[in-house]
């Protein structure tokens, strides 16, 4: 039995150590500061399980962890990640998604994702990028599960109009993105 | 339409490409080790193992992967194997120094309270670090202390059949992990990388096996018995990694891989030959000179037999009797000449043809030693007889 309690361990491990660490760095652009947080949440995560001794869903677990302490960080520090982009001399200019995508790296992909407002942002992201269930989601974003689902149904068709307006020779702003977003309020 | 989907499917894909580095990993993992380390799961209130069982989808990093001996290591294979990859010497030493009990384990023996925690913790924890080529070189040096430790406690009249079976089991273990390495090596492609590690380690098992050889001279039966044993468990494991290193070989013989893989086999398989061409000379020459030397005692068949006080003694040296020469000669001219012929197509970068000729020059250094070593037995089995009617009667002294 203890065996079996390493191995789960080790695979939660193994499993959840990048998917943490990209969270940290999709909310906070910062690969160090993502790194020190992501090594904070499975310390907090042990914490809790050593004085409660009972975690449900783990990966659930460990992202809403990760969540209060971006949140916690915030409120230090507030980050925009296109703009940082456009700070360090990244220029999306009018060139159109297709050939911006190409370009990305990882991280840049993540600072794309974050322009996404963010009511819709964790939703897609958590879903499409980490592969969670609308449940697991829900009980991360302390939302419902249907609340849940429509802004997953919406946010991915503005994400798609936009990168497909682009390509149309249509450039749509990332200002325009979010006024859409918020006439959806 | 299809061009929407194709950029979001295609943002997304890169987003999940953000992941930590190797290095960033183990940097992590090391902290919240030691965090973990520092905030066990109290064993205090109620039942230590029944607050495990509520611990449900995640468990002690204290889980036990080795319970041996009823030592618990302080480390488990949530650590093992989540490190595996990574390299952080200094890590290392902190986390084996730092603690008490594995740094009062090193001098433990097979049988001690603590040889758990050494052979289990401190020697596993160092290889968690160790890099994919760096490790089954680290299991060859943790096969040979197993050794050490048997011909200590065997020097110290300390051995069991029990240690014996553990020793045997740890050994075992070891060669296991050097063959599950070398075989993940040859699956990933690597082949000469996969043979260089084999054929280096085969080669210094073969000299831990010789060194216990010449150890085996003048010692008791009893001891001798048990040597013997550790030198076939060494020749056991000796043996999978000739199997690991001639499947290399072959791989790369039929893959036709590439010219440096081809060219690093040849080499390798004429520094084999070499040697054992020189360890055949060698051997000619040492029975020479015994042969010469106990041609002036009163010697039968190349022994000293001696008498003191009615006693009669026998003093074997070396095997001294003389084998059939003009044999022996004619092989190890082929040999050389194969040996030459092998490296003519080296330099002439044939590396296939060179492998050709030192591989057959190998055969026949074998067809030496077993004629030799046949002449070896047919001796020992004549000084047995003698000494045999020496105790039981035809000359009836002893």
Known sequence: ?185 | MKTEQDNFSKLIERAKTAKLTERERAAIFLTVDAYVKSHPLSAESGNFREKYRKFIAVKSPFSIPFLTDGIRPLVSAWHIHSARSLVAVFVVAVVIIGSGTSFAAQGSLPGDFLYPVRVNFNEEIKAVFLSDIRRPVYEIERLKTRVEEAKTLIAQDRMSDDIRNKIAVKVNSHISNVKKEVDGLTKNGDLKTAFEISNVLETSLKESESAISEELVGKEDAVEKELSSVKDIIRESREILTIARENAEEQILVQQTDDDSIKTIAEAKRQSVRKELDEINKEILTRREQATLTQDADSTAGFIVSEYDGVVSINVQEPSRGFDTELIQKLLAQGENLFDLGDEKLNASDFNAAFSFFSDALDVTAVIEMEMDSVTEDFNDEIDKIISDLEFGEQGII
């Open chain 1, 1 to 185: 039995m203890d065996k079996e309690f390493g191995r789960q361990f080790q695979d939660i491990y193994k499993q959840s150590a990048d998917a943490i660490f990209r969270y940290c760095l999709l909310r906070l652009s910062d690969r160090e500061l993502a790194r020190d947080l992501a090594q904070e949440t499975f310390m907090k995560v042990w914490q809790y399980a050593q004085e409660r001794g009972t975690i449900d869903n783990l990966k659930a677990f460990l992202f809403t962890t990760a969540k209060n302490l971006i949140i916690d960080q915030y409120r230090k520090k507030k980050t925009t990640s296109l703009e940082d982009m456009l700070e360090r001399g990244f220029d999306i200019g009018v060139e159109t998604y297709q050939g911006l995508i190409d370009r990305l790296d990882g991280e840049q992909a993540l600072a794309v994702l974050n322009s996404i407002p963010e009511k819709y942002r964790d939703a897609i992201y958590m879903q499409y990028v980490e592969g969670l269930s609308v449940k697991e989601i829900a009980s991360i974003t302390a939302e419902t599960e249907n609340n849940i689902s429509v802004r997953i149904h919406r946010g991915l068709q503005k994400m798609r109009s936009i990168l497909g307006e682009r390509d149309a020779a249509s450039a749509v702003p990332e200002d325009e993105f979010r006024k859409q977003s918020k006439s959806d309020d």
